[in-house]
């Protein structure tokens, strides 16, 4: 390891004085600006991976979600999942290191994970559509070439996209070939033989309007599109000619707003969808014939996959194992229509995709989906050949069976100065910090029926994620606001104080300290 080049070519990647960031669940994220020292160090932090694993390693340069001035980091481990924790904390070292720090904190990190430094290093690069990801990317191949490592830049990827590249390399191309239109091919044949398999009410061709969120979902998706186009018209929204990323569209505007896009116009019961930044979020909603919107979010697909995969089992009295992981944050309804009437086991997590994903590798078919859209099915190697005897069609009733769950749901942020004044326990269902404010949403949930309220602090950002949860929507609404307020109080909210909600949209176009 060429510690004189590392300090020499960090020179030109120097990080601001004071400032501290935190590998999360979602890597680093912050404002664009602020992360050209970030990229390169986790160039150099790819290498030493790939170099102690013996495997490819990915770098996606990204902030999915957040608005298009930021910009983040994340690293994909050998099998195309997500950064083992271990490493986060080497990651978070390595990224708040002062100049003069940086090469014994290399040192370190090497001694301590027993990185043999005289191993090959192979890193593959992407990023999203964000004007200041290009640059950034740049950035990861300064820190991944002054180590010696060879790379691949993808250049514009989806994370998922990625996330395929990875595995695909590290399985010698057994999962698929590690390219666009590998990626492509795999999916699009297997969306083509699973749509037989499903009936289609009205027309023969089914189509989908997309809000893919002015971002790097709308370029891929309209390059993949022409592979399953005999199956599936797709219609295009929010592609990025006009609009910022992110902004008033996206999978995180729909499911905290509870209202579609803006640039989609809706007709009753049209299918639709929306995207987030780095599309690897998936949200479905509809109007009906009233012209009511209703969400299909993360929680409804989890129940509606599994309907769909229980049934064959149940047919055949197969042995295989099938569970659904969530957080404490799904919706009540979800979980006891899976537990009560589909008599799935359902298993709790903390809030992440690397915690469901963990625990969903326990089962024959683990089936994980936050409510925000985050997620996916896995099946053993056993499971992937039965599923292929077992695929039958999905009677309609049982769709409409499962689509009808209640959800009687507010998710909201509360803006505060320093959002590591809370800490959550049992898996984030209990604050244990500040003082006295699990007691005070302990008493505000008493004077509602069937109600649950949560808090627990972004990964992200400076701000504090609310959900309340009760018989009604307007009790929802109601206990949303009164643990909204405790969270102002307690936990040093910033801005002006929250309303009280006339309506579920006006509640959440009216108040400053949520987006």
Not at 64 to 88: F, I, Q, R, T, Y
Not at 324 to 346: C, D, F, H, I, W
């Given at each position: 390891?060429?510690?004189?080049?590392?300090?020499?070519?960090?020179?030109?990647?120097?990080?601001?004085?004071?400032?501290?960031?935190?590998?999360?669940?979602?890597?680093?994220?912050?404002?664009?600006?602020?992360?050209?020292?970030?990229?390169?160090?986790?160039?150099?932090?790819?290498?030493?991976?790939?170099?102690?694993?013996?495997?490819?390693?990915?770098?996606?340069?990204?902030?999915?979600?957040?608005p298009?001035?930021?910009?983040?980091?994340?690293?994909?481990?050998?099998?195309?999942?997500?950064?083992a924790?271990?490493?986060?904390?080497?990651?978070?070292?390595?990224?708040?290191?002062?100049?003069?720090?940086?090469?014994?904190?290399?040192?370190?990190?090497?001694?301590?994970?027993?990185?043999?430094?005289?191993?090959?290093?192979?890193?593959?690069?992407?990023?999203?559509t964000?004007?200041?990801?290009?640059?950034?990317?740049?950035?990861?191949?300064?820190?991944?070439?002054?180590?010696?490592?060879?790379?691949?830049?993808?250049?514009?990827?989806?994370?998922?996209?990625?996330?395929?590249?990875?595995?695909?390399?590290?399985?010698?191309?057994?999962?698929?070939?590690?390219?666009?239109?590998?990626?492509?091919?795999?999916?699009?044949?297997?969306?083509?033989?699973?749509?037989?398999q499903?009936?289609?009410?009205?027309?023969?061709?089914?189509?989908l309007?997309?809000?893919?969120?002015?971002?790097?979902?709308?370029?891929?998706?309209?390059?993949?599109?022409?592979?399953?186009?005999?199956?599936?018209?797709?219609?295009?929204?929010?592609?990025?000619?006009?609009?910022?990323?992110?902004?008033?569209?996206?999978?995180?505007?729909?499911?905290?707003?509870?209202?579609?896009?803006?640039?989609?116009?809706?007709?009753?019961?049209?299918?639709?969808?929306?995207f987030?930044?780095?599309?690897?979020?998936?949200?479905?909603?509809?109007?009906?014939?009233?012209?009511?919107?209703?969400?299909?979010?993360?929680?409804?697909?989890?129940?509606?996959?599994?309907?769909f995969?229980?049934?064959?089992?149940?047919?055949?009295?197969?042995?295989?194992?099938?569970?659904?992981?969530?957080?404490?944050?799904?919706?009540?309804?979800?979980?006891?229509?899976?537990?009560?009437?589909?008599?799935?086991?359902?298993?709790?997590?903390?809030?992440?995709?690397?915690?469901?994903?963990?625990?969903?590798?326990?089962f024959?078919?683990?089936?994980?989906?936050?409510a925000?859209?985050?997620?996916?099915?896995?099946?053993?190697?056993?499971?992937?050949?039965?599923?292929?005897?077992?695929?039958?069609?999905?009677?309609?009733?049982?769709?409409?069976?499962?689509a009808?769950?209640?959800?009687?749901?507010?998710?909201?942020?509360?803006?505060?100065?320093?959002r590591?004044?809370?800490s959550?326990?049992?898996?984030?269902?209990?604050?244990?910090?500040?003082?006295?404010?699990?007691?005070?949403?302990?008493?505000?949930?008493?004077?509602?029926r069937?109600?649950?309220?949560?808090?627990?602090?972004?990964?992200?950002?400076d701000?504090?994620?609310?959900?309340?949860?009760?018989?009604?929507?307007?009790?929802?609404d109601?206990?949303?606001?009164?643990?909204s307020?405790?969270?102002?109080?307690l936990?040093?909210?910033?801005?002006?104080?929250?309303?009280?909600?006339?309506?579920?949209?006006?509640?959440?176009?009216?108040?400053?300290?949520?987006?």
């Amino acid at each position: 390891m060429d510690l004189d080049a590392v300090t020499k070519q960090s020179v030109l990647h120097a990080k601001p004085d004071g400032l501290t960031l935190q590998y999360g669940t979602a890597g680093f994220r912050t404002k664009a600006e602020h992360l050209d020292h970030v990229m390169f160090r986790m160039g150099l932090l790819a290498v030493l991976r790939s170099k102690q694993t013996k495997s490819t390693i990915g770098v996606m340069v990204t902030a999915s979600h957040n608005p298009e001035e930021d910009n983040g980091v994340k690293l994909v481990d050998p099998l195309g999942e997500m950064l083992a924790p271990s490493w986060e904390e080497h990651a978070t070292c390595l990224a708040n290191a002062e100049e003069q720090d940086l090469p014994r904190v290399l040192v370190d990190i090497g001694e301590k994970a027993a990185v043999n430094l005289h191993q090959d290093a192979f890193v593959v690069i992407g990023r999203d559509t964000r004007p200041s990801s290009e640059k950034l990317s740049q950035s990861v191949i300064d820190g991944v070439t002054v180590l010696g490592g060879q790379f691949h830049d993808y250049g514009l990827l989806t994370t998922p996209q990625l996330h395929y590249m990875v595995y695909c390399r590290n399985t010698s191309g057994q999962y698929g070939k590690a390219t666009i239109e590998g990626y492509y091919q795999k999916l699009s044949a297997a969306f083509v033989e699973l749509t037989k398999q499903a009936s289609c009410s009205g027309d023969d061709q089914r189509t989908l309007k997309v809000d893919c969120a002015n971002g790097i979902g709308a370029l891929k998706l309209r390059e993949m599109k022409h592979y399953f186009s005999q199956g599936l018209s797709v219609q295009l929204f929010n592609d990025g000619t006009k609009g910022k990323l992110n902004h008033l569209c996206g999978a995180d505007f729909v499911k905290s707003h509870q209202k579609p896009p803006q640039g989609i116009e809706m007709k009753s019961n049209e299918r639709c969808c929306s995207f987030d930044g780095d599309a690897d979020r998936i949200i479905y909603y509809y109007h009906d014939a009233d012209g009511q919107f209703h969400l299909v979010d993360g929680d409804k697909i989890a129940a509606l996959i599994s309907s769909f995969l229980k049934e064959p089992l149940l047919e055949i009295g197969d042995s295989l194992s099938l569970g659904v992981v969530q957080t404490a944050y799904a919706n009540g309804s979800s979980t006891r229509y899976l537990e009560e009437v589909m008599k799935v086991p359902v298993y709790c997590t903390k809030t992440g995709v690397k915690h469901l994903h963990h625990k969903a590798q326990e089962f024959d078919i683990g089936v994980y989906f936050e409510a925000n859209g985050h997620g996916t099915v896995l099946f053993s190697k056993a499971a992937e050949m039965k599923i292929k005897q077992l695929a039958k069609e999905l009677e309609e009733d049982k769709k409409r069976k499962a689509a009808k769950m209640l959800e009687n749901v507010i998710d909201l942020f509360n803006q505060v100065a320093d959002r590591q004044v809370i800490s959550t326990t049992d898996a984030e269902r209990q604050a244990v910090k500040p003082p006295g404010l699990q007691e005070a949403i302990n008493e505000l949930v008493k004077k509602y029926r069937l109600s649950r309220a949560f808090v627990r602090p972004s990964g992200t950002e400076d701000i504090v994620r609310v959900y309340a949860e009760a018989d009604s929507q307007e009790n929802a609404d109601s206990l949303a606001y009164e643990v909204s307020l405790a969270v102002f109080q307690l936990a040093g909210g910033i801005g002006e104080r929250p309303q009280p909600a006339e309506s579920p949209e006006q509640f959440l176009d009216d108040l400053p300290l949520f987006s």
